[in-house]
């Protein structure tokens, strides 16, 4: 696949989850996919392989009514089939109904045209560091 195709599969992706179609955004992923969520979340992972992975993500909608990612950006790395996303997160609590807005970058990985790999970053430095982009 081609970067554009990669960057094209990557926001397919989200746009299926930020409408609710999380099994379809799920059927993007490789069947082995690694999703590494931040220390703080619910189940805080690696989770491998879709069950995994619906799991981890199933322990968020405990806690919140609303989960949403959306993406502002997306660029490659020098890694092929790799690329760095500035992503906010929209949540609103289950019970408290607050709402509020998350900024967290995404390491995607894309391998044999499936998103493989994705690992969430909550300091912009370290992030950049992971994805080889901290010169840039």
Do not use: C, N
Not at 13 to 30: N, P, S, T, V
Not at 46 to 64: M, S
Not at 117 to 135: C, K, N, W
Request: avoid cysteine; glycine fraction near 10%.
């Amino acid at each position: 696949m081609s970067q554009d195709d990669d960057i094209a599969l990557i926001r397919s992706g989200y746009e299926l989850w930020g409408r609710g179609e999380f099994e379809q955004a799920l059927a993007l992923m490789h069947p082995e996919v690694e999703w590494i969520p931040p220390a703080y979340a619910p189940e805080p992972g690696p989770h491998r392989g879709h069950d995994a992975v619906r799991r981890g993500i199933d322990a968020y909608f405990q806690g919140f009514a609303e989960f949403r990612p959306e993406i502002a950006e997306i660029r490659p790395t020098d890694r092929p089939g790799t690329y760095l996303a500035e992503v906010q997160t929209y949540t609103k609590g289950r019970t408290s109904g607050i709402e509020s807005t998350i900024d967290v970058l995404h390491l995607i990985e894309v391998r044999d045209g499936k998103i493989a790999r994705l690992q969430v970053f909550t300091d912009r430095d370290e992030a950049l560091e992971a994805s080889g982009l901290s010169g840039s």
